[in-house]
């Protein structure tokens, strides 16, 4: 067995001890100082840990590095400076969608992640694409708003 | 600290089975059930006390396949594929689209919501309801058993150590009433309080076939063979009679518990709610 693993996280290669059964959370937090996702319950309900693996929106906390290897992962550190997260930024700011800010991270992950896959969705497509991420402070509307306003702001970049 | 858990990434099943009978490995495919059994506080490691063998990444595990009779479904299919999957039948995919969040579904595989063998799982009301079977697989042989067989109760499936869940086999068959509720606290991340699965083939008002099955009433999925015997090959006229002795058995044989989730009483107010509602509104719609 090798002694390193291999990824690539936000375009850089990233070399890890074989320390299989840590989870991703924790390598990008602890390790790397990749503070963006977030531990909000651990247990892959609130969504404040989404990063995206493969253009797939999933849950850090439940993930171990062994499980992802050679894989190309990307935290919300690796949207910023794209023109989507300019859009999705914009946004978010304009429609009152951050208040604390804890669950933002992964709503703009959870949010483009969305935009991906649907990039003119309908506002029931958006609560869906979000329905893994908790926010305690906005009530969502604003949230979902934001969304929405990037598909149409960013109108061909997804 | 040195960590004394390996982790096995084999890129075959025969690969996977191999290391399946030498050793005694926790089997991980998505790994969303998993982790939350084994967690621990942040930073560190999760509570695996045996290496760890990923399956996620075995192509071989992740086809369906449409065959003449029947629909052949890897078990390592995580739900996001599934639906995209033109083949899987729509009942199935409204039962998927209930569970969790995206983030899960696109890691969460099938075959980790049976063999988790939660009495909520909620893959399995539809699956027992199906006549589902399981083809179970070890280095050298095979064996297909009935999903009813396959769990025998929570968290406990007839699997050996050296066995792996391959695919599940769903019959072709035809319904023309189905109708499908989960109950939950909220409408995505909610384990089910209770669920129910409703499938029947009506033909020129006659009961042709007829499948109810609940999820997280019992410690495993209930259906009950006798009450929808006394409804198959009835007319929907003069049904009245037998929905009302259906019912009873019914009654009988349903019994929740009450535990963190939900209370006995509204488990079984609810289920029987809903089986007097698909027999009385549903079926004749």
């Known amino acids: 067995m090798n002694k390193f693993m291999t990824f690539t996280i936000n375009n850089k290669v990233v070399r890890a001890n074989k320390n299989t059964s840590r989870r991703l959370l924790d390598f990008l937090r602890e390790d790397l100082n990749i503070t963006g996702p977030k531990e909000g319950c651990g247990e892959g309900e609130c969504g404040a840990c989404a990063v995206i693996i493969d253009k797939k929106l999933v849950n850090s906390c439940l993930i171990t590095l062994g499980s992802v290897e050679g894989k190309s992962i990307t935290t919300i550190e690796g949207l910023i400076g794209t023109k989507q997260y300019e859009v999705l930024e914009k946004c978010f700011a304009e429609a009152g969608a951050v208040q604390c800010g804890f669950c933002t991270p992964g709503m703009i992950m959870a949010g483009h992640a969305l935009l991906s896959y649907i990039p003119h969705p309908t506002e029931q497509n958006i609560r869906e694409g979000i329905s893994g991420n908790l926010c305690r402070c906005t009530g969502y509307n604003m949230i979902i708003n934001a969304i929405l306003m990037a598909s149409k702001r960013g109108d061909g970049l997804w | 600290m040195v960590e004394s858990i390996e982790g096995y990434l084999p890129k075959t099943i025969n690969a996977a089975l191999q290391i399946l009978n030498s050793e005694d490995v926790v089997v991980y495919a998505?790994?969303?059930?998993?982790?939350?059994?084994?967690?621990?506080?942040?930073?560190?490691?999760?509570?695996?006390?045996?290496?760890?063998?990923?399956?996620?990444?075995?192509?071989?595990?992740?086809?369906?396949?449409?065959?003449?009779?029947?629909?052949?479904?890897?078990?390592?299919?995580?739900?996001?594929?599934?639906?995209?999957?033109?083949?899987?039948?729509?009942?199935?995919?409204?039962?998927?689209?209930?569970?969790?969040?995206?983030?899960?579904?696109?890691?969460?595989?099938?075959?980790?919501?049976?063999?988790?063998?939660?009495?909520?799982?909620?893959?399995?009301?539809?699956?027992?309801?199906?006549?589902?079977?399981?083809?179970?697989?070890?280095?050298?042989?095979?064996?297909?058993?009935?999903?009813?067989?396959?769990?025998?109760?929570?968290?406990?499936?007839?699997?050996?150590?050296?066995?792996?869940?391959?695919?599940?086999?769903?019959?072709?068959?035809?319904?023309?009433?189905?109708?499908?509720?989960?109950?939950?606290?909220?409408?995505?991340?909610?384990?089910?309080?209770?669920?129910?699965?409703?499938?029947?083939?009506?033909?020129?008002?006659?009961?042709?076939?007829?499948?109810?099955?609940?999820?997280?009433?019992?410690?495993?999925?209930?259906?009950?063979?006798?009450?929808?015997?006394?409804?198959?090959?009835?007319?929907?006229?003069?049904?009245?009679?037998?929905?009302?002795?259906?019912?009873?058995?019914?009654?009988n044989k349903i019994n929740p518990i009450d535990d963190q989730r939900s209370t006995a009483k509204y488990r079984k107010k609810v289920v029987m709610n809903l089986i007097k509602y698909f027999f009385n509104i549903e079926i004749r719609k």
């Not at chain 2, 033909?203 to 109810?212: A, G, P, Q, S, T």
């Open chain 2, 30 to 251: 998505g790994g969303t059930d998993l982790m939350v059994r084994y967690k621990n506080d942040a930073n560190l490691l999760p509570k695996f006390d045996k290496n760890i063998l990923y399956i996620g990444q075995i192509k071989e595990l992740q086809t369906v396949k449409q065959n003449e009779n029947e629909l052949i479904i890897g078990a390592g299919c995580t739900f996001t594929s599934l639906l995209k999957e033109k083949h899987v039948p729509d009942i199935l995919k409204e039962t998927i689209i209930g569970i969790a969040s995206p983030a899960i579904r696109n890691i969460g595989t099938i075959g980790g919501n049976i063999c988790n063998a939660s009495p909520a799982g909620d893959t399995l009301p539809v699956l027992y309801g199906l006549n589902s079977k399981c083809r179970i697989i070890s280095e050298g042989s095979e064996r297909i058993v009935k999903i009813k067989d396959f769990i025998y109760e929570p968290r406990r499936t007839i699997l050996y150590k050296n066995e792996i869940l391959e695919s599940i086999i769903i019959p072709n068959e035809y319904f023309n009433k189905i109708y499908y509720k989960k109950v939950g606290a909220r409408k995505a991340s909610a384990i089910s309080k209770l669920s129910f699965i409703g499938l029947c083939s009506v033909k020129d008002n006659n009961i042709e076939d007829l499948r109810l099955a609940f999820g997280a009433v019992g410690a495993t999925v209930i259906r009950v063979h006798e009450a929808e015997q006394l409804l198959i090959g009835k007319n929907l006229d003069g049904l009245k009679k037998y929905i009302d002795e259906a019912v009873k058995i019914y009654e």
